[in-house]
């Protein structure tokens, strides 16, 4: 939206702007402040009544919260190949509404998938024009790619997504614990980092499989046990290796004892987990509503109490989204072949905020688990706080309102959700990136996003 004369490049004023609010979230904490912006970068965080210097256009929050843009690292945009799915567009159209200004794709869904340097030029080529927030690029681990974690690595991917049981697409199989300890060892010789699907295969095909649209049978399907065996298995692996590992959306509470003592001990492992096992609960799930069927599955109410726990405790590093839309002919009323995945790109700030105002935590620690430490993980320093230098990405946030998920207004592909018709606190007003805002009140600039590598 480039209706002012800054962002279209006037001279030496070019982007600067001064961004004022009453709730400035700061890594020292929540104040008045005047953000001053010049270049897209965060100029300094001056005092609230700060003067604006001349020239200098001046937005006024009043009493809505300026958080750092959220980093969501965990998102399936599945373009190209898979765009009746999802695609760069909408996904980051999404992403944008709901406060993200960097996410990172998944090297699955799409068609190819990442797992080849040649494969991330196809999937930045495609990307390069639609994206509305930055966007970085996970690779794929698989059996027979050892050679390409490398020159992937150097092409600038963020590090190497594995699964160790099916991924529910073909051209992504699962490592075994020798593949899974190949790639391993390959990716901590250039001290790459491996994420990690964490099920274990054995365990899920010696659970009862029962098809059909009851949730308890599904959640019987993929049982506790084979997350927290894969969990250990992987501890075991990076303590042996001195490998970064990270695991994806934990579910299981039971790992949790594992994960502290492993960082106790020194294994660098860190942990996400996100906004549907924190804020829904498996017995609340309705028969037949495959649009909270993901894996590892939603659990109890209890297993969620534990989760949180974990998230305060710091055994959980951080939230994100794990996006994974389908169209919704593929979201069947049986939960055996429904396809898993939950949408949720636009609504993870407002849910997890209402489920963390509910249980005594603040918006501080919000930023913390969405912004700041998913920014850490990736190494984007550049990203996940407002402080001088950082590039000027925002959400602002009116955390006191209410709305109602309406599927009619989320903007990624398929409206298929399983927050419909819940209320949630914290209304996302206007998103910036680099200094220039991207979307306020539903209507979007053109894409200025840019496409980011590894330390870039
Ligand atoms: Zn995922």
Known sequence: MSDDGWSEGQGEGRGELVLRSTRVITPEGTRAASVAV?????????????????????????????LPGLVDTHVHVNDPGRTEWEGFWTATRAAAAGGITTLIDMPLNSLPPTTTVDHLRTKKDV?????????????????????????????????????????????????????????????????????????????LAAAPQRSGGNYADFLASRPRDAENTAIAQLIAQAGR??????????????????????????????????????????????DGASEFKCCPPIREAANQDALWQGLIDGTIDCIVSDHSPSTADLKTADFATAWGGISSLQLGLSAIWTEARRRGRSLEDVVRWMSARPAELAGLSQKGAIEAGRDADFAVLAPEETF???????????????????????????????????VADGEFGEPTGRLLERNS
């Open 38 to 66: 010049a270049a897209g970068k965060i100029a300094g965080v001056l005092p609230y009544d700060a003067e604006v210097p001349p020239g200098a256009r001046l937005e006024d929050f009043g009493d809505d919260v300026l």
């Open 127 to 203: 990307a390069r024009s639609k994206a509305h927030i930055d966007v970085g690029f996970w690779g794929g681990a698989l059996p027979d790619n050892v050679k390409d974690l490398r020159p992937l690595h150097d092409a600038g991917v963020f590090g190497f997504k594995a699964f160790l049981s099916p991924s529910g697409v073909d051209e992504f199989p699962e490592l075994d614990q020798e593949q899974l300890a190949r790639s391993l060892a390959e990716i901590a010789g250039f001290d790459g980092l491996l994420i990690v699907h964490a099920e274990d295969p054995h365990q």
């Open 241 to 286: 290796l001195h490998a970064r590992v990270h695991v994806l959306h934990l579910s299981s509470s039971d790992a949790l004892p594992l994960i502290a003592a492993a960082k106790r001990e020194g294994v660098r492992l860190t942990v996400e987990s996100c906004p549907h096992y924190l804020t829904l609960t498996a017995e609340e799930v309705p």
């Open 404 to 438: 109602t998920v309406d599927p009619a207004a989320l903007h990624h592909r398929n409206r298929v959700t399983a927050y419909a018709g819940r209320t949630l606190h914290g209304v996302v007003k206007s998103t910036w990136l680099r200094g220039e805002r991207i």
